[in-house]
């Protein structure tokens, strides 16, 4: 009886539509990467000669892209945040893989996924997308993986979303953005996709999940 109340709870929650596509956002969702990103904003700004990220710039910086990042902190003082660009676009991001975590679960999911639906990537990184994707030995899992240099604007605009679902001919009302910051619940709306919160911004979502581990058979429900 748990489990049929708990589809049927999913069902009331969600409502039902065809899905064809699922784009995960990296960080946060595919990847506990909090304390590699965080190290390398502190190593661009110490080769700068500036101070370490304070705590709001640290939270900042999992939502939004390097260039949004710069520019939020840094755009009132333009010779210096050319300095900082120049820093960023001249590091190696390679010494920071090795702080990202990713999800116990992620493979499975992504396996599982695999099987039904088209999977893409969607996130606010830029020169790393497809190296993160290589280094944890994870390009089988997706058709399609999309970053901040291939559009004109990241996230909370909807461009990568809509891009993805162009790519698959898919509308973007059948498929699933699953991502962990409002910057990326406000990318779905914008396109008309539904969304799929995990972490800190799923209690404020209308469909929320806990774990990747829970996504297929959300998925699942909305597909029925």
């Known amino acids: 009886m748990g489990a049929d109340y708990s589809a049927s709870r999913r069902r009331s929650l969600l409502g039902t539509m065809p899905v064809r596509l699922v784009i995960f956002d990296c960080d946060g969702v595919?990847?506990?990467?909090?304390n590699a990103n965080i190290a390398f904003y502190n190593e661009v700004l110490r080769l700068a000669e500036e101070p370490a990220l304070t705590d709001?710039?640290?939270?900042?910086c999992h939502a939004l892209?390097?260039?949004?990042?710069f520019?939020?902190?840094?755009?009132?003082?333009?010779?210096?945040?050319?300095?900082?660009r120049a820093v960023a676009g001249s590091i190696d991001y390679g010494p920071f893989f090795p702080l990202m975590e990713p999800r116990p679960e992620l493979r499975d999911v992504l396996a599982e996924l695999g099987s039904r639906?088209?999977?893409?990537?969607?996130t606010n990184r830029g020169k790393t997308v497809h190296e993160v994707l290589d280094r944890f030995d994870l390009?089988?899992?997706?058709?399609?993986a999309i970053g901040v240099l291939d559009v004109e604007h990241p996230k909370p605009s909807p461009d990568m979303l809509?891009?993805?679902?162009?790519?698959?001919?898919?509308?973007?009302?059948e498929s699933v953005y699953v991502g962990d910051q409002?910057?990326?619940?406000?990318?779905?709306?914008?396109?008309?996709?539904?969304?799929?919160?995990?972490?800190?911004v799923s209690s404020q979502s209308q469909r929320s999940i806990e774990t990747l581990l829970e996504l297929p058979a959300l998925i699942a429900a909305l597909d029925e």
């Not at 639906?117 to 969607?122: D, I, N, S």
């Open 30 to 34: 595919m990847f506990s990467s909090e």
């Open 56 to 60: 709001t710039a640290e939270l900042a």
């Open 65 to 69: 892209s390097s260039a949004q990042l």
């Open 71 to 84: 520019e939020k902190y840094y755009g009132h003082k333009p010779a210096l945040l050319a300095k900082i």
């Open 117 to 122: 639906y088209h999977v893409a990537m969607a």
């Open 139 to 144: 390009r089988a899992f997706f058709d399609y």
């Open 162 to 173: 809509l891009k993805c679902a162009e790519y698959f001919s898919v509308p973007p009302s």
């Open 182 to 200: 409002h910057t990326d619940e406000a990318a779905a709306q914008a396109a008309g996709m539904p969304f799929v919160g995990i972490g800190a």
